[in-house]
């Protein structure tokens, strides 16, 4: 049975949409599949704001 991860509240969360599929760390130790032009589950600002500067995702914040 999997659980849905909810992030704990203090954490600001957003979403991102990849621009081409990975699998990312987003809690640092679980893996999740990133699918290219599909909007992701909310992950940690910090993560996001990581993989635009790699430029992992395709549409800025703020666009969603």
Known sequence: MTRKRELPTETAAETIVPAVSFTGYPDGKTPVQFIAGVESA???A??????REKGLVSISEGEI
């Open 42 to 44: 909310p992950v940690p």
């Open 46 to 51: 910090e993560f996001a704001q990581l993989m």
